[in-house]
């Protein structure tokens, strides 16, 4: 199983043009999707889901609409909170809050302590993210941490000032909404990520839609950088599991 996936959530407006109605009916129903994509994720032991939400390049659609977005935005923390905590779930956001209404940045903030000490599943929704924006302040961080100190800068020490540095990079990036763009989404954390596009609108995504992503998953090669060849021979020279990890593995299957 991937251990993080990451989506693109689109396609919400079409979703609500194709039934003569506006964008924002769409918005609504994708919330639909949030839910059911959480529960395929736990029930599947996926350990790290991560939404986009908002870029920081749509606070340019209609007033109306931003507006609208962030009211759900509410809603759905006021509504969903909860439950999530009762299902084990770690809920986090990342993204540039200055510009929100204060009450969406303290409802953000109580979400966040209340779930912060559950394991099963982190939920990260990126709400006026944009992958720029995330490499430039991690670019920040780091000068003001190493303010003076001078010596060879490593891919590590920037990630660790990265807005997710929490959680393993994604494993599988969907984007729904038919659209074959990052669109300013993970930039840096997407390097090795297997990326996977539908046509299908994000409010028409569901559990068995994730498991025909998930499948495409298993039939890529990862192979960061290396040669087909050195990666049977790697798995070749694995030595095979004995003692507790064996008993431990036969448990699973039998389960
Ligand atoms: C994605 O759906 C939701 C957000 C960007 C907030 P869209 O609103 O982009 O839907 P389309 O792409 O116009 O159909
Ligand atoms: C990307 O969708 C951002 C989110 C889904 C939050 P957009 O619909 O804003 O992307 P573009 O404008 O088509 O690239
Ligand atoms: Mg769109």
Redesign the pocket.
Same mark, same amino acid.
């Given at each position: 199983m991937p251990q993080h996936v990451a989506i693109?959530?689109?396609? /919400? $407006? *079409? @979703? #609500?043009?194709k039934r003569f109605m506006p *964008?924002i009916a769409?918005?609504k129903r $994708?919330v639909e999707s949030v839910r059911a994509m959480v529960k395929a994720c736990i029930q599947r032991d996926i350990p790290y889901l991560t939404l !986009? #939400? !908002?870029?920081s390049e /749509?606070w340019r *659609?209609p007033e109306e &609409?931003v507006s609208f +977005?962030m009211n759900l935005f509410i809603r759905a923390l006021e509504d969903e909170v909860v439950k999530l905590d009762r299902n084990g779930v770690c809920f986090r956001v990342v993204g540039d809050l200055t510009h929100f209404e204060p009450k969406l940045v303290e409802l953000i903030a109580r979400a966040e302590r209340l779930t912060a000490g559950n394991k099963r599943l982190t939920l990260t929704v990126a709400a006026n993210y944009g992958g720029r924006w995330d490499i430039m302040r991690a670019v920040q961080r780091l000068l003001a941490a190493q303010a003076g100190q001078g010596g060879e800068l490593t891919e590590a020490d920037l990630a660790k000032h990265l807005a997710m540095a929490y959680a393993p990079e994604p494993d599988l990036f969907i984007r729904?909404?038919g &659209?074959q763009r990052v669109s300013n989404f993970l930039l840096w954390q997407l390097a090795y990520t297997e990326l996977y596009f539908t046509d299908l +609108? @994000?409010p028409d995504f569901n559990a068995a839609a994730l498991d025909a992503a998930i499948a495409s998953y298993h039939n890529r090669e990862r192979r960061f950088g290396r040669t087909s060849e050195q990666l049977r021979e790697e798995c070749a020279a694995q030595p095979p599991l004995t003692g507790a990890a064996a008993a431990l593995e036969d448990q699973q299957q039998d389960a």
């Open positions: 693109i959530m689109d396609g /919400n $407006g *079409r @979703w #609500a043009k *964008r769409g918005h $994708g !986009f #939400a !908002f870029s /749509n *659609r &609409e +977005l729904t909404g &659209e +609108l @994000w």
